[in-house]
C-alpha cells in the first residue's frame, strides 16, 4: 500500500515549534535544502540541525555529520527532513527511528514506501514526496 501525506500531521508538524534536522543541508546555494531550511528556521520558527558528510556549519547552525552524532541537549528532535535521493533515504530513516525522532519528511522527489512503513511501524509521523515551503499556504503560514 502507498503512502498517503496526512493534511493534518503536515499542518501540525508545520505548526508546532521544534528541531528539524535537516539532512543533505549543506552550503551550496543553489540546493533546495539551502533555502527550504531558511524557510523552515525563519518562517516557521524552527530549530535547525544541519546534518551533512563533513559535519559543516550552515546558516550559522553547528552542523553533524549524522543524526546519531546530534548531541544530548539537542534532542529530542522532532522531524528529520530528508533532502537526499529516494536510493540513500531508506538509510537516514533508519537512522531517525534509532535516535527516537518524532517525524520524517522526505522532501519533493523523495519517495521510499519500504522506509515510509518502517518509520510509521516505528510510530513516527511520515510526510513524504512534498515540501514544507510548497505546502505553508494551505496552512496560511
Not at 552524532?69 to 537526499?84: E, L, R
Request: proline share 5%; net charge negative.
Amino acid at each position: 500500500m502507498s503512502h498517503t501525506n496526512d493534511p493534518a500531521v503536515i499542518e501540525r508538524l508545520m505548526r508546532t515549534k521544534g528541531r528539524w534536522a535537516i539532512v543533505g543541508l549543506t552550503t551550496n546555494e543553489w540546493r533546495a535544502a539551502y533555502e527550504t531550511s531558511l524557510f523552515i528556521r525563519d518562517r516557521l520558527g524552527m530549530e535547525i540541525i544541519p546534518v551533512n558528510v563533513p559535519g559543516d556549519p550552515v546558516h550559522g547552525e553547528t552542523g553533524y555529520s549524522t543524526l546519531a552524532g546530534i548531541p544530548a541537549d539537542k534532542q529530542p528532535i522532532d522531524v528529520v527532513d530528508c533532502f537526499v535521493n529516494s536510493e540513500k533515504v531508506g538509510a537516514v530513516v533508519d537512522q531517525a527511528i534509532a535516535v527516537g525522532a518524532k517525524a520524517v519528511w522526505l522532501q519533493l522527489g523523495v519517495i521510499d514506501e519500504a522506509a515510509a512503513q518502517r518509520a510509521k511501524d516505528a510510530g513516527l509521523d511520515v510526510v513524504m514526496n512534498t515540501c514544507p515551503a510548497q505546502q505553508a499556504w494551505k496552512f496560511d503560514l
